[in-house]
């Protein structure tokens, strides 16, 4: 009903308006958007029939915005890391490829925290993200820039990674749907830093959108030939799922206590399965989910299969260069000398001592791998279980640090490599995001998108920000 370079436009335009406030958004392509779509005009004005062009490009004109650590052809490729502040990529990475390829029209690449190892989307080379709802508060990270321009209506679609919830925590703190595949199935290549070793095992590339509906076409195109194994086509009944709830982790001591909105949201959401769908919601507590975050650490930094060791992230930091040593740096940063985030040296600091006890580290990686097979036991074929996207709603800036390890909440799903749906939950007392996570078993990626969808419906999904 629109011509593209309208739609094209008016994204541009609000763009423009808000990303002043935001700094989600850190270099456009706007000029060359405006062509792709005048390109597209001209070929729905001169091209075949409607249903071909669908089939062959089942996202033509659709705008979309691409996470910085991607590789986007003439864009900056840095990771939010200093010494790459000249890197052009002159390339497009597999995914941002396809979803060219299927007609759809890049705005700009986003914001991301520095080598994507925080949930705080701030470096040294672009600044800080806002969130929308309260630019006092962070947008999380590493895919924050794509959550803060997808929940201020900037993009449609937005392309992230996730390695300890890279994609949900964004995703949840700015109110939008994220999605983290089944592991290995989208393909990773062409963001940098790119996993190693073990990590390629944990490492996923997946959609972010305003509405439920759109994941599942997106996820198609980025998939590729692999999205066979997703079982998209397969019709979901949703009263025949069944459904586990769990409302936190147990109780460990590394992490905040979860906030009594985001209880009291996901008790509405049990209570409405039950009513509206006459299903019964199990109860669960899986003890292991207690060691989330020492299993994902223990995992991260163990040795492949080929016995290869994870790539250190001091190594990452240097980036071809000189190592970097994260007690100097320590020094650095606090005179102000320091070209990195605090952040990313505390976390150059703390891998060393990972690796001091090892045989803890063994017990700890077995512990994971024998919870895999019992939450693949517990959901089986037909199970979704829901469980807190995060433990606090979106919180002020810097605070992370006072609370470091509050992502184990999404980061235990990557090491057991579980596809996850993050879906909001409308807004608490204080005008943020509430969210949950959906959960299935391995490849049931259709189950957690179905119930995205039926969420959706019922609780209103994304909240357009200042609207309230």
Known sequence: QVACVEVVEAYVERIKEVNPLINALVKDRFEEALQEARQVDKLLSEGPGDDCLEEKFPLLGVPITVKEAFSLYGMPNTSGLVNRRNVIATSDATVVSRLKQAGAIPLGVTNCSELCMWYESSNRVYGRTNNPYDLQRIVGGSSGGEGSVLAAACSVVGVGSDIGGSIRMPAFFNGV???????????????????????TSYLCTGPMCRYAEDLEPVLRVMAGPGVSKLKLNEKVSLEKIKFHCMDHDGGSIFVSPVDKEILQAQKK????????????????????????????????????????????????????????????????????????????????????LVNINLSAKAKLVSMGKSLQEEMEALLGPDGVLLYPSHP????????????????????????LGLPVTQCPLGLGSEGLPLGIQLVAASYNDHLTLAVARYLEKAFGGWVLPGEV
Not at 289 to 303: C, E, G, N, R, V
Not at 398 to 412: D, K, Q, V, W
Request: some cysteine.
């Open 177 to 199: 749907f994220g999605h983290k595949p089944t592991t290995g199935v989208v393909p990773n290549d062409g963001q940098f830093p790119n996993a190693r070793g073990v990590r």
């Open 392 to 415: 606090t709603i979106a919180p002020k800036h810097h605070s992370p640090i006072c609370m470091p390890f509050n992502f184990a909440y999404t980061a235990i799903f990557n090491v």
């Open 269 to 352: 959401v049990v209570e409405y399965l039950e009513s509206d769908l006459g299903v019964r919601v199990q109860h669960v507590a899986i003890h292991k989910m207690k060691y989330s975050f020492q299993i994902w650490s223990a995992m991260m930094s163990s040795k492949d299969s080929e016995g290869q060791e994870a790539q250190r992230f001091t190594d990452l930091l240097g980036d071809h260069g000189k190592p970097v040593w994260p007690l100097w740096e320590l020094v650095k940063w606090l005179v102000g000398m320091s070209s990195h985030t605090l952040p990313a040296i505390a976390l150059g600091l703390t891998e060393k």
